[in-house]
């Protein structure tokens, strides 16, 4: 493929694409893609697809999902901020926003079934703990292609999608998000089906660095700072990447942004390894994790093994930038949410509500300059409000699997 060439960050070589997540020599090292074009031009697409030129793809997904950037003066004064711009993923089609998934992971499925469908097909799965799994099912319905989706039990309930053309199927397992990976990576041995890949997919990354591409665009410049949730940590690799881009292209500043990641208290391993200044993340950084996962007001941001310290991965990110780590409670989440919806008429999800939180908290500790140009990434919201005016209905559950379940009990499930 010629728009682009993948590059292995740990041996520093480049490897062939077949919806490839790996270099295959051994290197742990993330993938970075290499774009022929250096200079961003919009494209004469739809939604998420108008940055064709910085996304893995040839093919192009009919869609209206994009990424929008915009400015809440009532907000921004409430803060004392004079340059904030928000980025939102999601359903508020008041300010053009039409992802009816309702979150920022929509931006990473769509190149990644463009992806898979230039490398030749197949069934995908996923792992997710609801935001992920409803944007893979909610793409996967809307353009005919199969994917197997693992979550918790308790999160299944989450998966609503605009219409159910049976292409989406569902399973759980007893547990939380950690589980459902396991689980996944079971059924993906013995079926043979294609991992949608996580951080290494570099579609999936891509994909969410839209939402960086989108900010620069509308602000005409990189922001000074830049705020977001985060669980696994990806969307602040993502950002990186696409910062380093429109550094590249020369019409966006010479400066990284710095980066300000937020994880959800008690739950937060990423923020204290990198507070302490340890590229890996010990026992001690997990707590309880079972335990804490459940307290969190955002269990989507609950990665228990983050790319972190993988080469290209967030600790890598956040040094290159000087960045910081901040953990917000649920306390502080649910008072953020209240404060975004006195001024917008859209109910934030949980991991966005931490995103505002950890601004407001960094504001408030004197940790950014208020006259910066700030970008705040809100990731999702306005599930509710699709619900009802989509018409959205629950995904039916084909079955739950179980770790005490035989390879070919599973097997059996599986084809039926």
């Given at each position: ?339 975004w919806m006195s001024f917008e008429d859209v109910r934030p999800d949980p991991a966005a509500s931490v995103a505002l939180a950890s601004l407001i908290k960094a504001v408030n500790d004197g940790k950014v ?48």
């Amino acid at each position: 493929m010629g728009d682009y060439e993948l590059l292995c960050l740990d041996g520093w070589e480049y490897v062939p694409e077949n919806y490839t997540l790996s270099c295959g020599n051994g290197h742990g090292g993330l993938l970075r893609t290499v774009y022929s074009k250096k200079r961003l031009d919009i494209a004469n697409h739809g939604g998420v697809f108008r940055f064709y030129d910085w996304l893995p793809v040839h093919s192009v997904i009919n869609t209206e999902s994009a990424p929008i950037a915009f400015k809440n003066e009532e907000l921004s004064k409430e803060l004392g901020l004079s340059d904030l711009w928000i980025g939102f993923t999601g359903y508020y089609p008041e300010r053009g926003a039409k992802v009816k998934s309702c979150t920022f992971k929509e931006m990473e499925a769509l190149p990644t079934f463009a992806r898979l469908r230039d490398c030749g097909g197949g069934t995908i799965i996923v792992a997710s703990a609801g935001n992920t799994a409803r944007a893979f099912a909610q793409t996967a319905n809307d353009i005919g292609n199969d994917c197997v989706i693992v979550v918790p039990k308790k999160s299944y309930d989450r998966l609503k999608i605009t219409e159910d053309r049976g292409f989406a199927r569902l399973y759980t397992v007893d547990g939380d998000y950690a589980d459902a990976i396991r689980m996944a990576d079971r059924v993906t041995a013995l079926m043979g089906y294609v991992p949608e890949g996580g951080a290494k997919n570099v579609a999936r990354r891509d994909g969410m660095g839209t939402v960086m591409l989108e900010g620069a665009v509308t602000m005409g410049a990189l922001p000074d700072y830049y705020f977001q949730g985060v669980g696994s940590g990806t969307g602040g690799i993502s950002a990186w990447e696409a910062s380093m881009r429109l550094i590249g292209d020369g019409r966006f500043g010479d400066r990284l942004p710095k980066l300000c990641l937020a994880q959800n208290a008690p739950f937060t391993p990423m923020a204290k390894a990198w507070n302490q200044g340890r590229r890996n993340i010990t026992d001690e950084d997990l707590g309880d994790a079972e335990k804490d996962v459940a307290e969190v007001y955002a269990d989507v941001l609950t990665n228990r093994k983050p790319p972190y310290s993988v080469k290209g991965g967030v600790f890598d990110a956040m040094s290159a930038c000087g960045g910081e780590f901040l953990e917000v409670t649920n306390a502080e989440a649910k008072e953020a949410e209240k404060l975004w919806m006195s001024f917008e008429d859209v109910r934030p999800d949980p991991a966005a509500s931490v995103a505002l939180a950890s601004l407001i908290k960094a504001v408030n500790d004197g940790k950014v300059n208020r006259g910066s140009k700030i970008f705040l990434n809100m990731t999702g919201g306005g599930l509710e409000r699709a619900v009802k005016e989509c018409n959205m209905k629950a995904v039916a559950v084909a079955e739950e699997l179980r770790f005490d379940m035989s390879d070919d009990e599973i097997r059996g499930i599986m084809n039926a």
